[in-house]
T-cell receptor, first 114, second 111 residues
Framework: AQSVTQPDIHITVSEGASLELRCNYS??????LFWYVQSPGQGLQLLLK??????LVQGIKGFEAEFKRSQSSFNLRKPSVHWSDAAEYFC????????????FGKGTRLHILP | NAGVTQTPKFRVLKTGQSMTLLCAQD?????MYWYRQDPGMGLRLIHY???????AKGEVPDGYNVSRLKKQNFLLGLESAAPSQTSVYFC??????????FGPGTRLTVL
């Protein structure tokens, strides 16, 4: 069965510092990969997605993610975080078949120090 | 274009009471989903639908029922609420295997 692991429950970084959030998946083939962000009291919003092609994907709000097949990873990065980036981030995996579902990781909560 | 809306935003129930959560989307999406979000558990899929008149079970379907009589609406029902169903419920919609668009959530407390 496919699964998604986000090893870090909480991460704290200083404003202006770089960020990397880790995501590993378990699935035999290349799945569809997503990163979503959830601000407090809000629903989830898509940051970026990978279906195929270039393994470095650009998203909204200055985020990017890199798909590494050999490591089964899809880590999210941002070169310089802003206080408004404080939120919970979810990695998600989908096999891409009709009737299939997205599997979400348990999330990483990002805290920003002033 | 409102996207995905959920009604109500908050609700408090007593154990054994019933209620229905309404999700509506105006993007003409085929797929719709109901999730629950609990601390430390991420989002767990309750039920989903791949088209009008169809529904399927997700990861945690027990205690819930759903209906998709119209393409734009997806209803989640609790027939006999239990304290374990205290959670935040999110509805989402998508067009096939692509981006899911989420509603703002419904915070449900069962006493």
């Amino acid at each position: 069965a496919q699964s998604v692991t986000q090893p870090d429950i909480h991460i704290t970084v200083s404003e202006g510092a770089s960020l990397e959030l880790r995501c590993n998946y378990s699935y035999g083939a290349t799945p569809y990969l997503f990163w979503y962000v959830q601000s407090p009291g809000q629903g989830l919003q898509l940051l970026l997605k990978y279906f195929s092609g270039d393994t470095l994907v650009q998203g909204i709000k200055g985020f990017e993610a890199e798909f590494k097949r050999s490591q089964s990873s899809f880590n999210l990065r941002k070169p310089s975080v802003h206080w408004s980036d404080a939120a919970e981030y979810f990695c998600a995996v989908e096999r891409g078949n009709r009737d299939d579902k997205i599997i979400f990781g348990k999330g990483t909560r990002l805290h920003i120090l002033p | 274009n409102a996207g995905v809306t959920q009604t109500p935003k908050f609700r408090v129930l007593k154990t054994g009471q019933s209620m229905t959560l309404l999700c509506a989307q105006d993007m003409n999406h085929e797929y719709m989903y109901w999730y629950r979000q609990d601390p430390g558990m991420g989002l767990r899929l309750i039920h989903y639908s791949v088209g009008e008149g169809t529904t399927a079970k997700g990861e945690v379907p027990d205690g819930y029922n759903v209906s998709r009589l119209k393409k734009q609406n997806f209803l989640l029902g609790l027939e006999s609420a239990a304290p374990s169903q205290t959670s935040v419920y999110f509805c989402a919609s998508s067009q096939s295997s692509d981006t899911q668009y989420f509603g703002p959530g419904t915070r449900l407390t069962v006493l």
